[in-house]
């Protein structure tokens, strides 16, 4: 490992960074139920003030939480600039019963701190500000300009950082972002990701009479269950293939050099499969089909149906609604608006005229060019600090990717500390210590080279 200034005052300071780290934990910040998010955000600002950073609170409306805006300006590269998002708010700590301790603890157990937010997304952010902290304490500048951008709303959506982004548009400049966080294997290879996919989330209804009826009559009165499965039909095919017409029609092939990659990416069949209980994949799909399926493939998944008699033993009733929710993945050209006006299109043409189709969510999928210069600093840092990394095309998952490079028109690369099984969203919750330490060095290697790019 190559040893660069910084890391000794990281090493020295990892108590610090713990304390810290604690600090945020113990003040709960759950965006879904609009708890302590006022109060972590002022505490996120005053740990920036403490280790150097410029911090200040920005708002765009009174009922809209607020974002905490950090900033550090290079005395010796004044024209270049990283921009760290991360979020504060956290998800709800709920089920109660299954924490081993309190789940606002913070709690240390030998090489893990425990509690909602350790990795998700608390422990990546304090290994952001660490590193702008050792370069500030050794040498009294940073390579490059530092900017912070940290939401409260990231666990319900992300509904305002768009506009936080327009409004504060000069201010939150930069020339690259480190997204707000990563996954780092079991192997112990941080993951660095390139994109993400987009969502449209719909929900689509139909009442067929006024009221439930005996369900005898289901000889005259048509079932609104029934029309819905007939529905659902027509939207996909049994191998996954999305049958609205024109969805794939913008849609890029992968270049040469993202199948190289793809090819690349590790992926465990047997431990997949064992970890789910099941015995093979949609479509049958097989060792590269897979890789590809989860970097670019589009879903249409049933996320939830509800008609009827759902009790205990029998009913024989014959309801008068039935409504299913519906989430799609979108990829890279995939407009979500555009998408679902061609779902109600089709719903159309194939004689569903009569459903209800309503838009919940919509986001666009994003991802940054493999040919960018910053893919490579990256690359550089993580292998540094790992020892090793896995660079990967587009996570599988969604985030509001493609606001930031729309407006900042930046590239945006994802890379941190969260240990794949580190439990986020979920009871006993918890980072590990090693891989805070490491990824707070990996932010040092990717100031100091992107300063240098
Ligand atoms: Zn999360």
Same mark, same amino acid.
């Given at each position: ?7 000794k005052f ?5 108590p ?5 780290l604690?600090k945020l934990i ?6 879904a139920k609009?708890?302590?998010?006022? $109060?972590c955000? !002022? ?6 003030? &403490?280790?150097?950073?410029k911090? %200040? ?8 939480p607020?974002?905490v ?19 504060y708010d956290?998800q709800?700590?709920e ?6 301790d309190?789940p606002?603890?913070?709690k240390r ?5 425990y509690?909602?937010g350790?990795?998700?997304?608390k422990?990546?952010?304090?290994t952001?500000i660490?590193?702008v902290?050792?370069?500030?304490r050794?040498?009294r500048?940073v ?5 912070f951008?940290?939401?409260g ?8 950082v ?5 409004k ?8 690259a972002v480190?997204w707000?966080f990563?996954?780092?294997d $079991?192997k112990? !290879? ?5 994109g993400m &996919?987009g969502l449209?989330y719909? %929900?689509?209804?139909i009442?067929e009479?006024?009221r439930?009826?005996h369900s005898s009559l289901?000889v005259?009165?048509?079932n609104?269950?029934?029309r819905?499965?007939e529905a659902?039909k ?7 293939r999305?049958?609205?017409?024109d969805w794939y ?6 270049t040469n050099?993202?199948l ?7 992926f465990?069949?047997q ?13 049958n ?6 890789k590809?399926?989860l970097?670019?493939g589009?879903?249409?998944n049933?996320a939830g149906f509800t008609s ?6 029998a009913k024989?009733v014959l309801?008068?609604?039935?409504l299913?929710?519906?989430d799609?993945r ?13 779902l109600k299109q089709?719903?159309?043409e194939?004689?569903?005229?009569d ?14 060019s493999i ?7 990256v690359k550089q ?5 790992f020892?090793k990394?896995i ?6 998952g969604?985030g509001p ?9 930046a590239?945006?690369i ?8 580190s439990?986020i969203h ?6 590990r210590?090693v891989?805070l ?9 990717i100031i ?6």
């Open positions: 490992m190559i040893i660069i200034m910084q890391d990281i090493d020295k300071n990892m610090i960074l713990i304390s810290d604690q113990r003040q709960p910040s759950v965006s609009n708890l302590g998010l006022e $109060e955000a !002022r505490l996120v600002v005053q740990i920036m003030r &403490k280790a150097g950073i911090s %200040e609170i920005l708002r765009i409306g009174t009922n809209v607020p974002i805006y950090g900033e550090v300006k290079s005395v010796r590269n004044p024209n270049k600039t990283i921009l760290f998002y991360n979020h956290v709800p700590e089920p109660l019963e299954l924490w081993n309190k606002f603890s913070g157990k030998g090489n893990k701190i509690g909602r350790s990795a998700d997304d422990g990546e952010l304090i952001r660490k590193a902290e050792a370069f500030l050794t040498t500048d390579p490059c300009n530092i900017k951008l940290v939401e709303e990231e666990e319900v959506g992300s509904m305002h768009e506009d936080y982004l327009r504060y548009k000069s201010k939150l400049s930069c020339d480190i707000e990563g996954y780092v $079991e112990d !290879r941080p993951i660095i990701s390139l &996919k449209l719909v %929900e689509l209804s009442q009479s006024i439930d009826a289901a005259l009165i048509e609104p269950a029934w819905l499965v659902l027509v939207l996909r095919e049994k191998k996954g999305i049958l609205i017409k029609k913008e849609v890029d092939n992968f050099k993202e190289q990659i793809i090819a690349s990416e590790p465990d069949e431990s997949f499969k064992k970890e789910y209980g099941i015995k093979k994949f949609v479509g799909k097989k060792g590269f089909e897979i590809k399926a970097v670019g589009p879903t249409c049933i009827g008699y759902k009790g205990p033993g024989t309801p008068s609604t039935a299913v929710k519906i799609f979108l990829i890279p050209k995939m407009n979500p608006l555009k998408q679902f006006t061609r089709h719903l159309k194939k004689g569903f005229g459903i209800q189709v309503r838009m919940i969510h919509g986001e666009a999928a994003s991802r940054t040919s960018d210069k910053f893919v490579q600093t840092a993580a292998n540094e600090s020892g990394s660079l990967s095309v587009s996570s599988a969604t990717m493609y606001s930031f490079s729309k407006v900042l028109k590239p945006c994802s890379i941190g500390s969260t240990y794949v099984f439990r979920s009871p006993n919750e918890f980072a210590i891989l330490k490491k990824t707070t060095k990996c932010m040092c290697r100091k080279k992107f300063g240098n790019q």
